[in-house]
């Protein structure tokens, strides 16, 4: 297992900016997905975006452009640019790793809140 702690959440204004930092404990450069989840009160957790050790990228259905993700091996550290925020876009932000092909996601973390207000 590799430890995830995640970073950056806040308070801003619909149409803002955020930046999401998942930093690990070790290094990343071998680890098969990483992800960003969010869930919303009421709701079930739901994927945001993953980043694949061969550079695939995929984003959840609502995202539209709108978010980014990237890695920094050097830094063992994930990033999510979420830019366009909208109200629907609060919730907890949480990181995860799949060390494996095949294999479960870590225990989840505390994640970063991200509200989204006027």
């Known amino acids: 297992q590799v430890q995830l702690v995640e970073s950056g959440g806040g308070l801003v204004q619909p149409g803002g900016s955020l930046r999401l930092s998942c930093a690990a404990s070790?290094?990343?450069?071998?680890?098969?997905?990483m992800a960003w989840y969010r869930q919303a009160p009421g709701k079930e957790r739901e994927l945001v975006a993953g980043?694949?050790?061969?550079?695939?990228?995929n984003y959840g259905g609502f995202v539209k452009g709108r978010f980014t993700i990237s890695r920094d091996n050097a830094k063992n550290t994930i990033f999510l640019q979420m830019n366009s925020l909208k109200p629907e876009d609060t919730a907890v932000y949480y990181c995860?790793?799949?060390?494996?092909?095949?294999?479960?996601?870590?225990?989840w973390g505390q994640g970063t809140q991200v509200t989204v207000s006027s």
């Open positions: 995860n790793a799949r060390l494996q092909s095949g294999q479960n996601f870590s225990p």
């Open positions: 070790g290094s990343i450069f071998s680890i098969y997905e």
């Open positions: 980043i694949y050790r061969n550079g695939y990228i």
